[in-house]
Structure formats: structure tokens, C-alpha cells
């Protein structure tokens, strides 16, 4: 593992920044600094970088994961070599007293100082291939117009059981269903279309629609986030269906759940999933009867399921295999003894 010597900490905002500089054992070594959140704000943060004798190959850069407001600096400073670490803002918010005072300035030197501390325990954000960030942006755009196909169908219902309606308002929701089913199609073929491009990635998706329960969209979500792990437990955690225990002594005692956290539209995919397979898989269906016939709460057996999902679609992708409906796995020291 590289040993760093600076730890420099960057809270983002939307129109600027702020960062500071520490070394090991911590100790803030060049006090806050702010620069603007563009292009030219960039190149200042990095001549910073360089008068403070920051050397790349020395430096970890630490912010927190802001979306699109952290993404420009952070393709801005891998390009210039530096290694950047993108935390998740809770992981964050921890390690420090919530009681504490809050501005940009202490944020970027407890982010600073984070970096310093676990180091060891970084996860080093480098850009996803293209194809798969355009998918995502598409994802996200569908996703978008999904939630405006609900609306403008319940308020069609609801105007349709008016005792007195409006016609133009009949009409007007009528169009806007019709558009956006017409503009989803147009998304759910470029999304197909990127994915095509590049032979791996649609040898892996195409591996990911063979697992039961899996469609396009779960398909594409899922060869985006596979890029990171292939980990069924990991990927459950990150997802938010991993049973959670919570107990203490003798008197505080509540079932294992999923948090309630984690990204909701690959979350909400995989439920769906979870539903189709006991509908319409033998396979699953027997499970779910089997398991709630033994006082397994429904829910809490859909959770199984879509961990199961989960766990099959990891296999395929790490096996490059496709999905088998009867495979049965069988322990190879049974066929050793055999």
C-alpha cells in the first residue's frame, strides 16, 4: 500500500470549495483555503497544491460524495494524477461529535483528518467507463419520467371520477402519458444500445437478463454497480437488504431488518423482482410458501429472495456462465470420496 504524508481535506458546495492540508500523526499543517467550484477554481486548487509541495504520488485528496457538485473537481484532479478518495457523508459525520460546530472550515479539516485516521480503510474513487455513465444518467432521466407517468395517471383516474370534469384536462393528461411512454421506449433502446457497444459489458448484461427476476432496467443497474464488487454481501449492504441485528442484554430485542437507506430505485427493482419470481418460478414460489408455513413473516421471505437474486446474478457474471434452471450444486468431496 502507498504510504501517504499529506491528507487533504475538500468540503464541496455548489459554487465553491474548501480545503486545508494535514499531516500524520494529525496535525493541520496549511489552514483553509476557498476556490470556486469551476474550471478556473480547479486550476487554482491545483497550483495550491503544488506551492504547498503536495507531490501526487505522496498526497491523498479526501471529500465527501456530493453528487454532480464533487464531480467536476474529482475527474479534474485524477487526470492531474493525484489519488482521491470519495466517502460517503455518513461515514463522515461518525467520527466526530454531533454536538460540534459546523462550517466549512472545521468540515474540511474533519475531513482531512478522517483521511488521516483510516487511511487504510479508503476506497479510491477512480471514473466509470463512459457507456456506463451515460446509461446512468439515462437511468436516472428514467427513473424521472417514471414518477410523471404515476402522477399524471392518478390524476387522470381522479379527474375522470369527477362529477364535473374538464375535458381539456382529460385530454392534457391523456398526451403526457402518451409522451412520456413514447420517450421511456426511446431511453430503454439507447440504454440497450450503449450497452451493445462494448462487448463485455454486454456479455454481462446479457449474463445478468438469463437470472430470474432481473430485467433491463435491474440488468443495467446492476453492470454499474458490479464494476465495484462482486460480493453478494457486500452488494446487499450497499443496497439496503441486508437483516440488521438489534439487541442489547435482556430487555432490548427487535427482529433483524434491511436499513432503511441505500439506493432506493435498485432496491425497489430488486423487490419487484423478488414478487415475479414467487408469482411465476416454481422454484421460488415453493420456497416462499414453505418458509411462511413455518412462521417466516412474508416480507422478511421476499428479503430472502432478493438476496438470493443477488447472489445468483453475482455467480453468473464472476462464472461468465448464463443462469441454469435445474443446476444443483453439488460438494466436490462428495465426488472425491465417490
Known amino acids: 500500500m502507498t504510504q501517504f504524508t499529506f491528507f487533504v481535506g475538500v468540503d464541496i458546495a455548489s459554487a465553491s470549495f474548501m480545503a486545508c492540508v494535514g499531516t500524520a500523526p494529525w496535525k493541520l499543517t496549511v489552514k483553509p483555503e476557498k476556490f470556486e467550484n469551476i474550471e478556473d477554481g480547479f486550476a487554482s486548487f491545483l497550483n495550491w497544491l503544488k506551492n504547498n509541495n503536495l507531490p501526487p504520488e505522496k498526497t491523498v485528496v479526501c471529500m465527501e460524495a456530493t453528487g454532480v457538485y464533487s464531480e467536476g473537481l474529482a475527474y479534474f484532479l485524477f487526470a492531474s494524477g493525484y489519488t482521491l478518495a470519495v466517502e460517503p457523508p455518513l461515514n463522515i459525520q461518525r467520527k466526530f461529535p454531533a454536538n460540534a460546530s459546523k462550517t466549512d472550515e472545521l468540515d474540511c479539516q474533519y475531513i482531512a483528518e478522517y483521511a488521516c485516521r483510516y487511511v487504510d480503510k479508503l476506497a479510491f474513487w477512480k471514473p466509470r467507463a463512459d457507456i456506463l455513465e451515460k446509461v446512468k444518467v439515462l437511468l436516472t432521466t428514467r427513473q424521472h419520467f417514471s414518477v410523471q407517468l404515476t402522477g399524471h395517471k392518478n390524476a387522470l383516474i381522479a379527474v375522470n371520477r369527477k362529477k364535473v370534469a374538464s375535458e381539456l384536462a382529460k385530454q392534457v393528461h391523456q398526451d403526457m402519458i402518451e409522451q412520456i411512454h413514447k420517450h421511456i421506449k426511446v431511453i430503454d433502446r439507447e440504454i440497450r444500445r450503449l450497452i451493445d457497444e462494448d462487448p463485455n459489458f454486454k456479455q454481462t448484461f446479457l449474463l445478468l437478463m438469463s437470472v430470474p427476476g432481473i430485467g433491463l432496467q435491474l440488468a443495467a443497474h446492476l453492470l454499474i454497480h458490479m464494476q465495484e464488487t462482486l460480493d453478494p454481501r457486500v452488494l446487499a449492504a450497499f443496497i439496503g437488504i441486508c437483516p440488521i ?64 437474486i443477488l447472489k445468483i446474478a453475482c455467480a453468473v457474471v464472476r462464472s461468465q456462465k448464463p443462469y441454469i434452471p435445474n443446476y444443483v450444486s453439488v460438494n466436490p468431496l462428495v465426488l472425491k470420496k465417490a
Open 245 to 308: 441485528k438489534h439487541e442489547s442484554g435482556t430487555s432490548i430485542y427487535s427482529p433483524p431488518t434491511s436499513r432503511h437507506y441505500g439506493p432506493p430505485v435498485l432496491r425497489k427493482l430488486l423487490y419487484l423482482g423478488a414478487c415475479s419470481v414467487r408469482t411465476h418460478k416454481k422454484q421460488f414460489q415453493q420456497y416462499f410458501f414453505r418458509k411462511v408455513a413455518e412462521g417466516k413473516h412474508k416480507k422478511v421471505v421476499l428479503n430472502n429472495i432478493e438476496n438470493k
